[in-house]
């Protein structure tokens, strides 16, 4: 098809859809039926599991898995963006991450203790998909969007990635519920892997066709250019040292992401193992709700923060929604019953899809004139990864040491602290600079 015009509707449309096809995994498999799931594979007074030749308290297994998982991301972002930018062709690279994510949902249906190693390879092959076609779709958004249009349609994208995620979730939960014992209950859940993986590449096609698929350069791969993206990394780096309102806004990224997105990825852990549920079915019903409800308020978050960051500016509003996120966090220490989970995940639902969408538009927005969106965006995503890399060995080693996750919150509170201080000195006007 013929490339259609940066701004359209159409175009605009086609980009915000792939949210809607991959967050399914991040609401199903990341935040709340694969981790019931992966609770519910323990004894309630056992919960260790050996693997890699060592003995794990389980939820800190899931975490350092995890977090090895950003840490491949990480390294493997730059080479391949490198890549993409050099050949012209990144939406290749966004469907190879995506086909392999959604092949790692479909191989979760055989997750079992006994098949422990095989069993996390497909989980690390789901997270890794999903993250490593981000780093491609997010580095689209200043292609197909005027800086006017950005903060708009990357608020669409994570709304209608809450809408699909729910309609798919709710779909799973009935299948969940339907059964009476606890072992068909999970066959349930093995089913609800595989509908992930069909409708994350399903509805993926739409945006694909859509998708211009770059400007071809008409250069081959070759070993001397494997590397390439370290070296535009670099490249950005000088470039950041000379943009002071873009490197301190990466510094307070980094810092408040990090507490971001490993309470995303340890949440519903959290509410299995520190919460009263009173019994299973209880606890199963419990946190799913709870999720629904997170995602439910995350888009009318989302488009309240887009109107707000419109009225206020960008870092004021990121200053407001990190203040509640670190009252949330000291907040969260305390709780112990079914009615302040639900509190909590109400809250977190407004600030959690908000931050997400304005983050990703602010740094968009604050790039210099280019054309080399990817590398940027790769410097973007490095560091988002990295900083999870963080979060979630701190929050990991803090759980197998103490033996509570609870233990590990209190960290949290102090990285968006950091990440407040961090926001205020990021100049608001380019006249500032």
């Not at 949210?19 to 981790?35: C, E, G, K, M, R």
């Not at 995602?295 to 990190?322: D, E, M, W, Y």
């Not at 210099?368 to 560091?383: G, I, L, N, R, W």
Request: glycine content about 8%; charged content about 15%.
């Amino acid at each position: 098809m013929s490339e259609i015009k940066k701004g359209s509707k159409k175009l605009l449309n086609a980009w915000a859809f792939y949210d809607w096809a991959n967050s399914v995994y991040t609401l199903t498999i990341a935040s709340s039926i694969f981790p019931i799931f992966y609770s519910a594979l323990f004894l309630s007074e056992i919960k260790k599991v050996t693997a890699f030749g060592y003995e794990f308290k389980s939820t800190a297994l899931i975490t350092f898995v995890t977090a090895f998982t950003f840490l491949v991301v990480a390294v493997l972002s730059p080479i391949l963006s490198g890549i993409a930018d050099y050949v012209g062709n990144k939406k290749t690279f966004m469907k190879f991450f995506c086909y392999v994510g959604s092949a790692g949902c479909i191989g979760l249906y055989w997750f079992s203790l006994e098949r422990i190693h095989l069993s996390l390879l497909f989980y690390f092959m789901g997270l890794i998909g999903y993250w490593g076609s981000l780093v491609f779709y997010n580095s689209y958004l200043p292609d197909i969007a005027f800086e006017e249009q950005q903060d708009k349609v990357s608020a669409k994208g994570f709304s209608l990635g809450y809408v699909g995620s729910v309609l798919l979730l709710i779909a799973n939960l009935a299948m969940v519920m339907s059964q009476e014992n606890g072992v068909d209950k999970l066959q349930m859940m093995r089913y609800s892997f595989i509908t992930v993986g069909i409708w994350w590449a399903l509805f993926s096609q739409y945006t694909f066709y859509v998708l211009p698929k770059g400007v071809s350069k008409g250069h081959r791969v070759t070993r001397s250019i494997l590397f390439n993206g370290f070296r535009e990394l670099k490249g950005v780096w000088k470039q950041l040292k000379q943009d002071l309102r873009l490197k301190r806004y990466l510094y307070a990224f980094f810092v408040f992401s990090m507490a971001v997105q490993t309470i995303m990825l340890v949440a519903v852990y959290f509410g299995e193992e520190e919460i009263a549920w009173g019994n299973d079915e209880a606890k199963t019903t419990g946190l799913i709700v709870s999720i629904l409800v997170i995602q439910i308020l995350a888009v009318f978050g989302a488009f309240l923060t887009s109107r707000a960051s419109a009225k206020f500016g960008n870092i004021s509003t990121l200053i407001v929604i990190n203040f509640i996120w670190m009252s949330l966090c000291f907040y969260g220490f305390f709780i112990e019953t079914p009615t302040q989970f639900y509190i909590t995940a109400s809250l977190v639902g407004f600030v959690m899809g908000g931050i997400q969408s304005l983050a990703r538009s602010t740094y968009s927005k604050f790039l210099p004139e280019t054309t080399d969106t990817t590398s940027y965006f790769s410097f973007y995503d490095v560091a988002e990864k990295i900083g999870i890399v963080i979060g979630m060995l701190i929050y990991g080693f803090i759980d197998q040491i103490t033996g509570s996750m609870r233990n590990s919150i209190l960290f949290l509170f102090v990285f968006f602290l950091i990440g407040i201080v961090l926001l205020f000195r990021v100049p608001r006007l380019k006249t500032e600079l």
